[in-house]
Antibody, heavy 116, light 108 residues
Framework: QVQLVQSGAEVKKPGASVKVSCKVS????????MHWVRQAPGKGLEWMGG????????IYAQKFQGRVTMTEDTSTDTAYMELSSLRSEDTAVYYC?????????WGQGTMVTVSS | EIVLTQSPGTLSLSPGERATLSCRAS???????LAWYQQKPGQAPRLLIY???SRATGIPDRFSGSGSGTDFTLTISRLEPEDFAVYYC?????????FGQGTRLEIK
């Protein structure tokens, strides 16, 4: 059974960067296509990007192009999402998500607060 | 880019009633790669339906999905108290992936 465990809450200043981790257990990272989804307070779900197995590369939502980088460390089965040039609107819960049938498995979420 | 529009924004019903939630896509969704999720406050979303009409593991049979192309529906046949939550549709058949804006199902 796949489980995803994310890193803890972060508080960052505007202009800084944040890197959130997502540790996989039960499967290896190479067997999964990892995605990242965020949710601002009181708002809906927003897909940020993820691995496209058809193209064999990571695809980013246009809104985050140039500011987000998603990487994987297969030696530790850990996925990372780094978001730079943070602004207050980036305050949100960030989820990693994956699965074999849409997004059947989600991490617990990481709260990122951007505040001066 | 496919845009998903859910309706209504809020649905007020009583336990035991039938709920019908709609999700309309701006373009045809590839191979019915349309999913529905339920989210309760403070929790991660939970997959209910994938492939437009297949129930995920452990999902009660009062939840059903239907539709194809650009029009999809999630139906909850008899609402239980634990079903009051926010529901999202998602297309995962083509990049970029996308979620609808959500339907809030509240107790009347």
């Amino acid at each position: 059974q796949v489980q995803l465990v994310q890193s803890g809450a972060e508080v960052k200043k505007p202009g800084a960067s944040v890197k959130v981790s997502c540790k996989v257990s039960g499967y290896t990272l190479t067997e999964l296509s990892m995605h990242w989804v965020r949710q601002a307070p009181g708002k809906g779900l927003e897909w940020m990007g993820g691995f496209d197995p058809e193209d064999g590369e990571t695809i980013y939502a246009q809104k985050f192009q140039g500011r987000v980088t998603m990487t994987e460390d297969t030696s530790t089965d850990t996925a990372y999402m780094e978001l730079s040039s943070l602004r207050s609107e980036d305050t949100a819960v960030y989820y990693c998500a994956t699965g074999f049938l849409a997004f059947d498995i989600w991490g617990q979420g990481t709260m990122v607060t951007v505040s001066s | 880019e496919i845009v998903l529009t859910q309706s209504p924004g809020t649905l007020s019903l009583s336990p035991g009633e039938r709920a019908t939630l709609s999700c309309r896509a701006s373009q045809s969704v590839s191979s019915s790669y349309l999913a529905w999720y339920q989210q309760k406050p403070g929790q991660a979303p939970r997959l209910l339906i994938y492939g437009a009409s297949s129930r995920a593991t452990g999902i009660p049979d009062r939840f059903s999905g239907s539709g194809s192309g650009t029009d999809f529906t999630l139906t909850i046949s008899r609402l239980e108290p634990e079903d009051f939550a926010v529901y999202y549709c998602q297309q995962y058949g083509s990049s970029p992936l996308a979620f609808g804006q959500g339907t809030r199902l509240e107790i009347k």
